[in-house]
């Protein structure tokens, strides 16, 4: 219960610039429309994290924050912060986020280095701005490696994880995070 209240939700809102098609200036380099149309709109995308300290750093992943020109985080009390990105690491995927706020739940943190193959491991997340959404399952493996990449230690799992879930925390049965 206590660890749940740690797991946040994120939305983020990122202006999109796109030009209109117009077939006429693709082949002939002008149109009778005259110059193509730049059109702007609102993406928005929804994600979870999870706050690591009580005045307020968040970790979540970093595909769930790319590109955002304005990221809000809602606590499970509906408390609405807006974020400021810390940093980012693609190849990992993890982000640091920090808001404004103090005497915040946090979570514990683990050692993954201590998860054993065949461990149950719950996720915890926010998705599409509900209170939070709990699915478990086992690790299947450890130090997985994506094709192609230096090695980042991956934990496989066969919990079931809801698009909104990304960037939620994993964690052991002893309520410690050991993924994201």
Request: proline share 6%; aromatic share 8%.
């Amino acid at each position: 219960e206590s660890e749940g209240r740690a797991v946040v939700n994120i939305n983020t809102t990122q202006t999109v610039r796109q030009r209109q098609l117009d077939p006429f200036f693709e082949f002939f380099g002008n149109s009778p429309f005259g110059s193509p149309q730049i059109r702007e709109y609102q993406a928005r995308s929804l994600g979870s994290g999870f706050i690591i300290s009580a005045d307020g750093y968040v970790m979540t992943n970093a595909h769930v924050v790319a590109k955002a020109d304005e990221i809000t985080v809602t606590l499970t009390d509906k408390r609405e912060f807006k974020a400021k990105l810390i940093g980012a690491d693609a190849r990992t995927d993890v982000a640091l986020l920090k808001i404004d706020a103090t005497s915040l739940p946090v979570v514990r943190m683990g050692n993954p280095d201590n998860l054993k193959v065949g461990e149950w491991v719950v996720a915890i997340g926010s998705p599409f701005g509900f209170e939070n959404s709990v699915s478990a399952g086992i690790v299947s493996a450890k130090g997985r490696q994506l094709p192609r990449e230096d090695f980042v230690p991956f934990i496989q799992t066969d919990v079931a994880v809801n698009p909104g879930n990304s960037g939620g925390p994993l964690f052991n049965l002893k309520g410690e995070v050991v993924g994201i």
